[in-house]
């Protein structure tokens, strides 16, 4: 995934004729934003490509976009607007961040598209309510539920008479795909809102996933639903291989997918892996090793050789990334460099985010257990300026222990993206000389941390 294109390459191709008939393979995104505060990006749906969006002081935009991923998602900090894109579309969007569900529209080439799929996303978003009480129903009520909500779909996609055919065709595929998704992530979510963890779905709930062609290259590009099935299949297999094996999961995982028979779906899905997941891998030289053997697409190899090199310079031992003047809930500003002299584990967190807070009795219980001890405690919101105040209510409120710094630039703050953190909560160990211990530290809730902490003798 790449930006490709700047306005002044832009209109030098228009201008030459020795493109004209050449396939795009780009689209044009602009439009205006009414009411922004804050940093806008535009993220890919797979999450493998995302960067500031360019937003005048009046709140117009105009981007240029590759289409060798066509969903894309614009996030203002409160609403994600969720894009679909084809070559040669040239899509206006607006709203008022106010406002964002009466306000937002589409025009231009592939706006048709694009209302559709606003408009089922509030369809089925009406339809379902309380996601979390569906997902408490009974296996046939379940079902019922979502095959209701796929009539419905199907019934809205015929309103559009405008819509290309190739999309519909594509489209009505997908809309079978997300009533099998829903079925396939219905164990696990039933399991987590009933609190029943020995809960396991009848032998016939899943027989509709049976008839799935997992090397359908127009659904994988097309249908995230159908990915999400895919790579479920997928990991159900390395996590068998995992067991068998004794290897990592995340070795396993690469081992299986490897052995996908289309080369495009292999390596795209290789792709996303690695630019998701090999930051957390517990041996990374191995993990880019294995990669490197099986995908042939030069172009993602390029950008995962730039992650992989970039990791390895968090390898132990290793200078550790710094932030400077973070602002300290205690009062003034912290750096990393006023944390030498003891060892540091960093927490980096928000206040938005689940698993973090899932974390925070067990890191009290760290804390009081190594209270002083030769190590320190550093929690680092990575929330946005709007949640400044809700973060320091959340300190007080939660009666959080150690250091409480909040970051310059949430998740585009350097140091977060110099340990390449995809996802939070993520932990850090650092040595008394500010060298890396761990760039991905167990949780607190993990008994390996203890383990690691008396190896240290701390």
């Known amino acids: 995934m790449k930006k490709i294109l700047t306005p002044l390459i832009f209109l030098t191709l228009l201008a030459c004729g020795k493109n004209e008939g050449k396939p795009l393979d780009y689209a044009i995104v602009s439009g205006k934003i009414t009411n922004k505060n804050g940093v806008v ?20 935009f105009t981007d240029t976009l590759s289409t060798d991923k066509s969903s894309y998602v614009i996030f203002d900090g409160k609403n994600p607007v969720f894009i679909y ?37 509030k369809n089925e978003k ?46 009505k595929r997908d809309l079978n795909y997300n009533y099998l998704a829903r079925l396939n992530e219905y164990e696990p979510y039933h399991k987590y809102v009933t609190k029943n963890d020995d809960f396991k779905v009848s032998d016939s709930f899943l027989k509709e996933l049976d008839g799935i062609d997992y090397q359908n290259e127009k659904d994988y590009f097309f249908s995230e639903n159908y990915k999400l099935l895919l790579t479920s299949h997928y990991r159900k297999q390395a996590e068998a291989l995992a067991k ?18 289309n080369e495009k779906i292999k390596n795209d899905v290789l792709f996303v892996f690695a630019n998701t997941s090999m930051s957390y891998s517990k041996d990374v030289e191995a993990f880019y090793k294995l990669y490197s053997d099986n995908s ?50 960093i927490d980096v967190w928000a ?55 909040f970051a310059d630039n949430d998740w585009n703050s350097k140091f977060v993206k110099d340990y390449e953190i995809q996802g939070i909560p ?3 160990l650092i040595d008394p000389n500010g060298n890396i211990v761990s760039s991905n530290a167990p949780r607190p809730s993990d008994p390996a941390l203890r383990d690691l902490f008396e190896e240290l003798n701390i």
């Open 85 to 121: 894109l084809e070559p040669g579309y040239n899509l206006n969007v607006t709203y008022d961040v106010k406002d964002f569900e009466n306000t937002i529209t589409f025009s231009g080439e592939g706006a048709q598209v694009n209302t559709y799929l606003l408009e089922k996303n």
């Open 351 to 405: 206040t938005w985010c689940g698993p973090c807070i899932r974390e925070i009795p067990a890191l009290k219980k760290v804390e009081a257990d190594y209270h002083n001890k030769n190590i320190q405690f550093v929690s680092v919101s990575i929330d946005k300026e709007k949640d400044f105040e809700t973060w320091k209510t959340m300190v007080n409120e939660k009666e959080l222990g150690g250091v409480q710094l």
């Open 296 to 345: 042939n697409n030069d172009k993602n190899n390029a950008i995962v050789k730039e992650k992989y090199d970039k990791l390895t310079g968090l390898s132990k031992g290793k200078p550790s990334p710094k932030f400077v003047d973070y602002r300290n809930h205690a009062g003034g500003t912290t750096s990393l460099d006023d944390l030498k002299g003891k060892y540091t584990y």
């Open 126 to 171: 009406a339809l379902i309510g309380n996601r979390f009480e569906v997902y408490k129903l009974n296996e046939a009520d379940f079902k019922a539920k979502y095959k209701a909500i796929k009539a419905s779909s199907d019934s809205l996609l015929e309103t559009f008479k405008d819509i290309p055919e190739d999309f519909k065709v594509l489209e």
């Open 426 to 428: 993520r932990f850090i």
């Open 41 to 60: 990006t535009i993220n890919s749906f797979d999450r493998t490509f995302s960067e500031p969006l360019k937003v005048s002081a009046d709140g117009s």
């Open 244 to 261: 068998k094996e004794g290897i990592a999961n995340d070795i396993a995982f690469i081992k299986t997918i490897s052995n996908i028979e």
